[in-house]
């Protein structure tokens, strides 16, 4: 189902592949003014995607069919190992991770996995992960560390499971725990924002020597709907508090944020996943790259000075 701001372009390509069979089932030459409306199109899918509102990105981060964790797994890495449970309490399917080869270098992954449909979306309560998956998560920063190998995460998640059976097992302290786990380790740390990155559900995984963004994910302290009911009393004001909260890539970029936009293909990840996947191979290998040649104290320091940078003021 097309967003709002979509709608046009949807309808006119519905037009274009509507003259395109009639032309071939009929015989009749119509490629001039299939050529136009193509034109036509183009133009209009350029005025769009170039211009869109920061609620607009909110909106297309959550369009189904963008890429998930385990997709971006398997279709840039080899070997991979999924490694199941927290040795704790149980198996969160909101987080999934393990060992992983990419470009020959053994690496140990993890991030948010969303479902593709409602069934897989409710056996993952939508990637929004119980304590145990971000125990899941710091018991594989302990093997990267362990057997120094770069730990790579990717994150997708509206927020960590605010219910009461998450907060009696502990959710706001494991969510501290990660963040200072994730903040010590000695082997290079990468944080791909794919989709949602909403708040300490988010920040668990995202201490990273870089953080990467896709060009139409976000990421943010609440999500639009929750800081229009905190503010206004009203989440159907979420535009007014997207552009407010100033989370789409391109502001994190100029805040310093993030490191690095992965550009996405015309009209968002999910019309060309394969092409994303490429794009985020791309930039995966050059910040590994970029990193490869720190020594394990370099990191850590490198990690911490990243953080401490972060935040403006003025006097």
């Known amino acids: 189902m097309p967003l709002e701001f979509e709608k046009p372009i949807e309808e006119l390509e519905a037009k274009i592949a509507e003259l395109e069979g009639f032309a071939a089932s009929s015989g009749v030459d119509l490629s001039g003014e299939i050529q136009v409306l193509r034109e036509r199109l183009a ?15 909110v909106q297309l981060a959550r369009t189904p069919g963008r890429p998930t964790t385990l997709e971006v797994i398997g279709g840039i890495m080899t070997e991979f190992v999924e490694l199941y449970g927290d040795r704790t309490y149980g198996e969160d399917p909101a987080v999934v991770g393990g060992l992983a080869r990419f470009e020959g270098t053994s690496v140990v992954v993890a ?11 409710i056996r993952r309560n939508f990637a929004m992960p119980h304590p145990e998956g971000y125990r899941k998560a710091m018991r594989l920063m302990d093997l990267a560390d362990r057997f120094g190998r770069p730990f790579i995460a990717f994150i997708d998640t509206p927020g ?20 200072q786990r994730m903040a010590r380790l000695r082997v290079p740390a990468i944080a791909i924002i794919l989709g949602e990155g909403g708040s300490g559900g988010a920040l668990a995984i995202g201490v990273g020597n870089r953080v990467l963004i896709l060009e139409n994910a976000w990421y943010s302290v609440i999500s639009p709907e929750s800081c229009a009911a905190i ?47 490429v794009n985020i191979k791309q930039a995966l290998a050059a910040t590994l790259k970029e990193l490869s040649s720190l020594g394990p104290e370099e990191l850590f320091e490198d990690r911490y000075q990243r953080f401490r940078g972060l935040g403006r003021y003025q006097t």
Do not use: C, M
């Open 160 to 179: 960590a499971y605010p219910g009461i059976s998450a907060e009696e097992r502990g959710q706001a302290w494991v969510i501290a725990q990660s963040i």
């Open 43 to 57: 133009q209009l899918k350029s005025e769009t995607f170039e211009n869109l509102s920061r609620w607009e990105r």
């Open 111 to 121: 991030g948010h996995q969303k479902g593709r449909d409602t069934k897989e979306n």
């Open 231 to 277: 503010l206004w009393r009203d989440a159907k004001e979420a535009a007014k508090a997207a552009e407010a909260l100033k989370l789409s890539a391109p502001d994190l970029l100029s805040l310093g944020i993030v490191d690095q936009i992965i550009p996405e293909p015309s009209g968002g990840a999910h019309r060309d996943p394969a092409a994303t996947l």
